[in-house]
């Protein structure tokens, strides 16, 4: 097992355009299971790829434990990689798919054997391991892929979107065997989805990417509760948080006939700036009596989750031309306004987040 290191790292595949990974610093503890989460496109891949040594480096420095990787192949580098599409021979076996890549290290045959039986009782494998990948399911072709990569014992693993074959449920349940056995095996594991849910269920800690440059790298919820810009506020959260921009008049802001004070430190920050953009979860958001104060809402649209459900709306009040904000705001799943009604919406002060507009 080894930490793994990014110090600068750059990728640029061409000189003119904006480089796929753009320095990046990334300190990922032993033993723990890193999450890249971003948008299609923001450099995760790439990213992944420069650690297995499958894409060179063009600037900074890549380390797993107290080594230095750039220059060193991929063969070398003690990790094991789960892709996407699997990549499984066709014509092999399950155990001789699982084993291959212990032959070609030279690892002899007991040996070979201890540790296919050992990662296949792990994933449930066993009476699979007489198959070839076409006699299996998605979800079975995803588990042999992950026994491949558990069998070699490596000192990092490497996941790139390994769920994305699978449908919705089995997607589900196969983000909490693959968590709890990279708890269970204690290797350290960098994870790519762009799935803000994989990424809150899964990781340690999450890094979000956007156009190769990161954006914020915490826990699952101090990137929920304490989102460091506004890509990373509205990227993670399902819904997403509900954002619009404000003018800021005499220190406070306005919430439909509600006026609401800015905080003091965020006045600071705003160096004088007129505007800001302000956020707020759905659950921090709530419907209030008519005679109240806050923000008019015309419901477009509810989703029921059961006891719970998220209704969406336009809000007007809010925005400085006053044209409607979409906002979202939770309601009893079994008890809410219905299409076409308008309501009375009003924040959790408290809980509103603040970003430069
Ligand atoms: P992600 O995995 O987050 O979707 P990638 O790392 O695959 O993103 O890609 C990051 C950026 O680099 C994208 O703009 C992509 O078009 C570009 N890119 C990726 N691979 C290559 C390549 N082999 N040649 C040129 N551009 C590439
Ligand atoms: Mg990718």
């Known amino acids: ?49 420069m650690l297995a040594g499958l894409d060179p480096v063009d600037e900074g420095t890549i380390r797993i434990g107290d080594r230095v990787v750039d220059g060193i192949p991929a063969k070398d580098r003690d990790i094991a990689m789960v892709f996407q599409n699997y990549a499984l021979y066709p014509h092999w076996t399950v155990a001789r798919n699982m084993s291959f890549g212990l032959r070609v290290r030279g690892v002899p045959k007991p040996e070979r054997k201890r540790r296919v039986l050992q990662a296949a009782a792990m994933l449930d494998l066993e009476p699979l391991l007489g198959r070839r990948p076409s006699e299996l399911s998605g979800g079975q072709r995803q588990r042999v892929a992950m026994g491949r990569a558990i069998v070699r014992e490596p000192q990092v693993f490497l996941m790139d979107e390994p769920l994305s074959n699978l449908d919705a449920k089995l997607r589900v349940q196969t983000r909490a065997q ?75 802001i306005a919430f439909g006939s509600r006026r609401i004070e ?36 015309v419901v477009s649209l509810v989703e029921e989750y059961g006891s719970d459900g998220s209704l969406h709306g336009e809000a007007s009040g809010l925005a400085i031309d006053d044209t409607p904000v979409p906002v979202v705001v ?28």
């Open 178 to 252: 693959i968590a709890e056995l990279q708890r269970r095996l204690d290797v350290t594991t960098v994870y790519v989805t762009h799935d803000q849910t994989e990424a809150m269920t899964m990781g340690d800690r999450i890094a979000v990417l956007d156009q190769g440059v990161l954006q914020q790298l915490g826990t699952p919820i101090e990137l929920y509760d304490r989102p460091a810009n506004a890509f990373v506020a509205r990227f993670m959260g399902s819904p997403a948080m509900s954002t619009w921009t404000s003018r800021v008049e005499d220190d406070a």
């Open 262 to 297: 800015v905080p003091r430190a965020v006045v600071a920050g705003l160096d004088g700036a007129a505007d800001v953009l302000v956020g707020a979860r759905q659950e921090d958001l709530r419907l209030v009596g008519e005679d109240e104060e806050g923000a008019d809402v």
């Open 1 to 49: 097992m080894a930490a793994v290191t990014f110090e600068g790292v750059t990728r640029r595949f061409s000189p003119t355009s904006r480089p796929a990974v753009d320095h990046l610093d990334l300190d990922i503890g032993d033993g723990e299971f890193l999450v890249l989460v971003g948008p299609s496109g923001c450099g995760k891949t790439t990213t992944l790829r």
């Open 330 to 357: 939770r309601v009893d799943g079994r008890a809410h306004p219905l299409t076409g009604d308008r309501v009375r919406v009003r924040p959790d002060a408290e809980r509103l987040h603040w970003f430069h507009a």
